[in-house]
Each structure stands twice: as C-alpha cells, then as structure tokens.
C-alpha cells in the first residue's frame, strides 16, 4: 500500500495525448461547362503534337513521382513510440507521448492504472513491492499553462512546499540540482515524514519542459530506505525527460 499523496501536488499524471488529425482538402463535384471558345491563331512557334503528348505524359510521371514521395514521408516518418520491454531483470519503458522514459527493476510489480487513478488521478506510472507497505517508485505528470523558464532551486522549493501542505511533520534531508539522462535539468529532494504513523524516507526527482512538469518519486518505510535505495537510485539515473 502507498501513502496518501498531496492532492494539489501532481507526484504522478494521467497521459495528455492530442493526435491531430488533417481532414482530405475539398474537391469541387464538377466543373461547369465552358462556353464556346474562340478561334486559335497558329503561332509562329508550333510544337509537334507528339512532343506535347510527350511532355504531357512526363508531367503526369513528375506528378505520380512526387505523390510517391510524399505517401513514402509519410509511411517512413517516425511515429509516437509507446512500449514497455521486459528484460531479465527489468522493465523498460518509452513512452514519447507523455516525453518520458525509464527503467525500472523487476523485484516490483507494475501498478494496475485502475488502482493508480484511485490514489491520484495524476499517477501514470507505478510501481511497487506487494509484499511490504509503502515502497513504491511512481511517475506524475501536470500539463503546463504558462510554460514559464523554471529553475531546478525553483522546482525543489515549490514541490518541498507542496508535500508539506499534506505531511506538515515533513524534515528535509537533501537537494540537489542534477541532470538526468538526456540531459535535462532538474530538482532532485530528499525528505522525511509520517504517514499514518508509519516513518516514510523519500526521494523525489523533479522536471519540466515546455508541456508538462514530470514528477518522480520513490518511497520506503525509514528503516528499510537502505535496503532499496540501489533500485530507487538506479530508476532516477536511467530517467528521461523531453
């Protein structure tokens, strides 16, 4: 079981996908019968017919050939990947729509997102230990309104504030400004605090782009955060944000 989150923090988010899609362009029904045209006068310059029928039949190719072209663009432009790997001893996952993604050790057990959604309904990713309470690794995301420059002192200060509306108890122990693994910025915190009693030692990674803020954190009774700090340590160090 997972601890309460913050409710107005975003630790973790639902997927905001927008496709768009271009409807085909109008084409007229018909075209109206034109009226009678006048009389052509030959020019001086008159071509073969065969050679206009020629050049007629070239533009044709010229204009099948560039519609291959763009059908093939089209068919061979990259796609939006979305997969999860297992490997033998984790999970990889690459989720381009959400702009993240992430390994994590096969010793947890992947969330249902029907269970996710009831915790927050901005968890998208999570992870857990089912056989001991609170240890967890879960990914959040909010969509940006104002997609505002944000520093990594900016980020660890506002999510710091955020946990402390919801575990007031809360002792910070760490922060640092790191890059992750595609070289974004971000925040990087370390906390305590009671849930329901139980001690809970935290580590939390913190990013934004221009669309979204990225909220990674990982969670584990105190006396046990030894144990499973090389799985959380591991997860935040393949982390990718873009």
């Known amino acids: 079981m997972i601890g309460k989150q913050p409710a107005s923090r975003p630790p973790a988010s639902a997927p905001h996908r927008v496709m768009d899609m271009h409807a085909p362009g109008h084409v007229p029904a018909g ?50 990947t979305r997969k999860v790997e297992l490997t033998a001893n984790t999970y990889q996952v690459v989720d381009d729509p959400n702009g993240i993604s992430f390994s994590i050790s096969k010793s947890f057990t992947a969330m249902r997102p029907d269970d996710l959604k009831k915790m927050n309904p901005l968890f998208i990713y999570g992870f857990q230990v089912a056989s001991v309470d609170h240890v967890a690794c879960i990914i959040s995301q909010t969509q940006r309104t104002k997609p505002t420059a944000v520093t990594p002192d900016q980020l660890g200060q506002g999510t710091y504030a955020q946990l402390k509306a ?17 070289g974004r910025s971000a925040a990087e915190l370390i906390v305590g605090y009671h849930d329901k009693g139980v001690a809970i030692k935290q580590a939390e990674v913190v990013a934004v782009t221009s669309a979204r803020s990225t909220f990674a954190f990982c969670t584990s009774p105190t006396p046990l ?10 997860f935040f160090k393949q982390l990718k944000i873009y």
């Open 166 to 182: 919801s575990f007031p108890d809360i002792t910070p122990i760490g922060y640092q400004a790191i890059k992750l693994k595609n």
């Open 225 to 234: 955060y030894g144990y499973y700090q090389p799985t959380f340590d591991a």
């Open 31 to 80: 075209l109206k019968p034109q009226a009678s045209q006048p009389a052509v006068t030959k020019s001086k310059h008159t071509f073969p017919m065969r050679l206009i029928v020629a050049a007629s039949i070239g533009a044709v190719g010229v204009v099948m050939l560039a519609g291959g072209v763009l059908v093939a663009l089209r068919l061979t432009s990259p796609q939006p």
